[in-house]
């Protein structure tokens, strides 16, 4: 496979430095990608530099995962007006391993070819570097006004934010000392990530090129967007994670799931390794009838089991087929009480009070429904719903008014899912 045309027909190359493709074509190559490691884990917005490294892995290249630590500590001014806050050193460490173990399920670390991929941490090198040191070996490389000219500095000098700090101007050539380092340590020759940081790497660039008279290459991806311009991986809920703790695997799911016709077309490209010939066939069967959302499905399973697992995708899936499709009550008893309440998110709820029923005493659904807690609007309301056949409890058709509603009903002790029609859900939960 060849690493560029993989990438470009994946719409996953935004811009490239002359000689990039011929150094790749010329002899195996390491790379390297930064991640920020602000938190324990990664989330989606990760995920197009770690799907990077991993076809830079399986074109036979050799990815270097780089964790700043150092530049952590500094706060990246791409794309940002603010600056951020600074993480001690005992979090870092903390951060690094647990990315390392998600990384770990996505990129080869532990084999013994020649292209397995490598973790570094940009503070074993950075942190006992003096402050005099580093400025007469690197900092007299580069001009200010070389650092000036950088897209990520102008647009923070002609007034987006606060200014910038004399930390935040030097990150550029810190994250460049980085390129040197791994290229005189681990003969990088590229640095792979977003278009935000083609000023960062090619500062790298420069000062391999003015110090040792190296050939170094950037190769940038285009930073992802929603068809509608806005932030992708975001929601109102905040970062997609891919730590089950922060975003379980029904609300991944569910992410991917639910994204529009266009961005499905091109996050299937990105986020998945599905080859030309198969995402183009998707495509086609997709347009062909867009109602059934084929690429949105495959797209939300391919993604799911990559980060997940094949078995969280299922229990994913079927967790989805309780509001839209025919599940059946033991699919609904077998969810986890975190993920029910993530299906039943926002259908309107009822507290049924702790003595409504008892070990020792039920009560009928139409007591329940259209007089206890209202959630028809009376008796003679509810009976006419289930003599119709629309009515349903815990995914299973109430057939007689007089049903009896007991312990034995209650999910997990605690819930009843009320279903009127095809789409209307109730949730009633014992306090």
Known sequence: MNFVEELSWRGMIHDMMPGAKEQL?????????????????????????????????????KPIALVGGATGMIGDPSGKSLERNLLDEKTL???????????????DFNSDAPNAAEMVNNYDWMKDFSFLDFIRDVGKLITVNYMMAKDSVKKRFNGEGEGMSFTEFTYQLVQGYDFLHLYQ???CKIQLGGSDQWGNITTGTELIRRKLGGEAYAIVCPLIKK?????????????????????????????????????????????TLLDRETVEGLIAEHDQAPHLRILQKRLAREVTCMIHSEEEFRKAEEASAILFGGATADALRNLDEETLLQVFDGVPQFALPVGAITPERGISFVDLCGGELQVF?????????????????????????????????LIAGRYLVVQKGKKNYYLIIRQ
């Open 227 to 271: 068809a509608d311009g806005t932030k992708f991986g975001k929601t109102e809920s905040g970062n997609i994670w891919l730590d089950p703790r922060y975003t379980s695997p029904y609300k991944f799911y569910q992410f991917w799931l639910n994204t529009s016709d266009e961005d499905a077309k091109r996050y299937i490209k990105i986020f």
């Open 377 to 409: 609007p009376s008796k003679g309301e509810t009976r006419k719903l289930i003599q119709g056949g629309g009515v349903s409890l815990n995914k299973e058709k109430v057939a007689a008014p007089d049903r009896m509603v007991t312990e034995a009903d």
């Open 93 to 107: 460490r903390h951060n690094q391993e647990a990315i390392k173990r998600q990384l770990s399920k996505l990129i």
């Open 185 to 187: 340590t681990k003969n």
């Open 25 to 61: 074509e010329k002899e195996m190559t390491t790379a390297y990608v930064g991640i920020d490691p602000t938190a324990d884990s990664l989330h989606i917005g990760h995920l197009v530099s770690v799907m990077i490294l991993k076809h830079f892995q399986r074109c036979g290249h």
